[in-house]
């Protein structure tokens, strides 16, 4: 593509530069914008081949892993962040590290370079992670959700896996409204209103934005039913939702402060609902009254 690229998501702008092409996967494609238009709000410098180097002075403070393979762990360096991204396909091998200065504005990516020249630094899963980071800098959220835009009026779905986030997208979808994105959403407050934004994907889509209005907690039910929530409950239970690295008190500090001013102006509400278009009346008709 280039080695000077920019992105846009959630109205932030990343600049990424490298001596080598850059490659990008194709979700990112649709979020590129014109370089000489916007002042970049972080800066990743990209470099070929991945450096030697031990972590046995560096402080573990977070690791994604499961029984079987690590995924990313995470050491802190004096004031910087340094991840270390390891590969799906070969246990153990590094597929890329990268560096995080102490003012979350500035990377530095090493990554394998590719037999044409070229290197992926956005590779999965340290695009997600370079969008944590974000909200995290730009005070925001990521969240699991979906998000779906009906007469001006965006609403957040989310819940734990098979809760029926992308059923509801697509109860909403197949009547013709807009789906936000129905599975990674950044939620950033501008001029004071809350506003939704899709993050890329591993497919092509295309930028989107809605003002937030209500956030639904749901789940499966033989009936629908409606309860708004509140307060400490409100505040968990959408954390509970929020992509996050639970290693630094101010990181967690900054998400609750933002959670509660959140939940404080935008309802939150629990819904049980049956897997078809009544719950959109049913929304639409006691989304605040509060209980049903």
Not at 277 to 290: H, L, P, R
Request: charged letters at 20%; hydrophobic letters at 40%.
């Amino acid at each position: 593509m280039s080695t000077n690229i920019r992105i846009a998501i959630a109205e932030l702008s990343i600049g990424l530069h490298s001596e080598h092409e850059i490659l990008l996967e194709d979700g990112y494609l649709p979020f590129v914008i014109e370089t000489n238009k916007v002042e970049t709000d972080i800066t990743i410098n990209c470099f070929a081949n991945i450096p030697t180097t031990t972590f046995t002075n560096k402080k573990l403070v977070f690791e994604a892993k499961n029984e079987s393979q690590r995924f990313y762990s995470i050491y802190r360096s004096n004031l910087n962040l340094v991840f270390v991204i390891y590969s799906q396909q070969n246990k153990d091998e590094i597929q890329q590290l990268a560096i995080l200065d102490g003012t979350l504005s500035n990377w530095k990516i090493y990554s394998t370079l590719l037999n044409n020249d070229e290197i992926v630094p956005l590779k999965y899963p340290l695009g997600p992670i370079i969008m944590h980071y974000l909200t995290v800098k730009f005070d925001a959220v990521m969240i699991h959700a979906s998000c779906v835009l009906n007469n001006q009026k965006g609403r957040i779905y989310t819940g734990f896996s098979g809760a029926g986030k992308s059923t509801m997208s697509k109860i909403w979808s197949d009547e013709g409204n807009l789906i936000i994105n129905d599975d990674r959403l950044i939620i950033r407050k501008q001029n004071n209103r809350h506003y939704v934004y899709n993050t890329p994907m591993y497919y092509k889509d295309v930028p989107k934005k809605a003002a937030l209005d209500s956030i639904f907690l749901i789940s499966h039910s033989p009936q629908n039913k409606i309860k708004r929530i509140s307060g400490a409950l409100a505040v968990s239970k959408v954390l509970a939702f929020c992509i996050q690295n639970n290693f630094e008190p101010d990181f967690i500090q900054t998400k609750l402060n933002f959670l509660t001013e959140l939940s404080t102006q935008i309802p939150v509400y629990e819904l049980g609902f049956i897997p078809d278009k009544s719950v959109m009346n049913f929304i639409q008709e006691n989304e605040t009254a509060g209980t049903k």
